[in-house]
């Protein structure tokens, strides 16, 4: 672990290039922003609840008015920013990083009591970076798809060391806590029967927090086996927090690149819903296998390449109001997710992960038969979204909670994290979630 220790050392906020920097905030703003869509659900309820009963303490609990110990902490702000699926992602490992280190850098900031801006921000790049090569090792040395949960566990570890201030020889025993007692769920269960145990990140966070705590205190692990191997040869020359993609839909990934198609085709050829009678769409299995058509719960609807493509062609677009509530009851929408054929296509299934296709095909009420031309998502590493793209994301999704005065204070603090502490930014985190706030307020 070498090279990881003096990685952990040599990397500093003013050491990086402004790309990087300014990367670091936008990844920030994100993920704060689907917190507290994800918020609003009741996933999100439930879990800030448990935590606080469960996991008593004082530390602030993002996105509520409760409080738990740091553990606590770190398993509802993961969940929570997991509630609502529209969270950045590393295709190579077909999970999160940003989720679950972040939700562990808030618990730990709090516990070391860490203030200052830049040592957070720090924390988070070498954390991405960590987090990258260990999703990429674990899934190139094991036979079965685990969730991020799985080696976000070590990535939080690994940053709680550092922040902790624990030696070489106390990470590496953090590590290797976290890989032994971290959630090696199995991502295709979840898939097949969505429910909101989602991608393991909060539970992730929490053992990699306590894994951290618990080296600090004397406790030994095995070796992070994970920490070792070819992927680990360009730490600290490739940046892959550069690498990850951005969600225009809060929805499954593999989902998305049959919403660009079948919005393509709506907007191309003028159509309006009802003049749709089948649709049928082709992408790689693990897309084919979002097999819900009558989603119950958010979390089927998540979990659905079906549904969020019928709300598409119905609403011209998905929102995380589509996705719960009334619209799961929409007429039209429901009829067009029955009226939907899923089919496995090989080009796609070459493709996939780095890459992840999908092609639409309908067939209209008067027997035209319309084709899209393969698509894939928005807003991957190697198209990204623009920065006011990404404000205007978060805007809709903290304006219904905060009102606009607070949004922007929050997104202000964000971005000067560098220069400021976390003080200010906590206290804009940590209050009640109230209903929608009128847009004049």
Known sequence: MIKLHDFSESLSWDGLDEATQRQAHLCLMDL??????????ELARIITTHAARQFGGSHSVPFSDQTASAAGVALATGMTIDALDGHDGFNPSKGH???????????LAQEARIDDGKVLLEALVFAYEIGARLAITLHETVPDYHTSGAWVAVAVAAMGARMLGLPPAQMEHAMGIAEYHGPRSQMMRCIDHPTMVKDGSGWGAMAGVSAAL?????FTGAPALTAHGPAWEDLGARWYIHEQYFKPYPV?????????????LRRQHGLVSTQIKAIEIASFHECTRLATSLPASTEDAQYSTSFPCAVAFVRDGIAPSDLTGDALKDPEILRLSQ???????????????????AQVHLTLQDGTRLSSDWHQPRWDHDAPPTPLELREKFDALVRPVLGIQDTDQLANEIMSLANG?????????????????TASS
């Open 339 to 357: 009226a939907t054929k899923m089919v496995e296509a090989e080009e796609a299934n070459a493709a996939f992960p780095l890459t992840r296709l």
């Open 252 to 264: 499954c990934r593999w989902a998305q690149p049959p919403v660009e198609a079948a919005l393509a």
């Open 421 to 437: 502490t976390f003080a200010p930014l906590l206290g804009l985190l940590a209050q009640p979630i109230r209903p929608a706030t």
């Open 32 to 41: 704060i922003g689907v917190g507290f869509g994800g918020a609003q659900t």
């Open 97 to 107: 990083i940003g989720c679950g280190v972040v939700a562990g850098l808030f618990a």
């Open 214 to 218: 618990l080296a600090r205190d004397g």
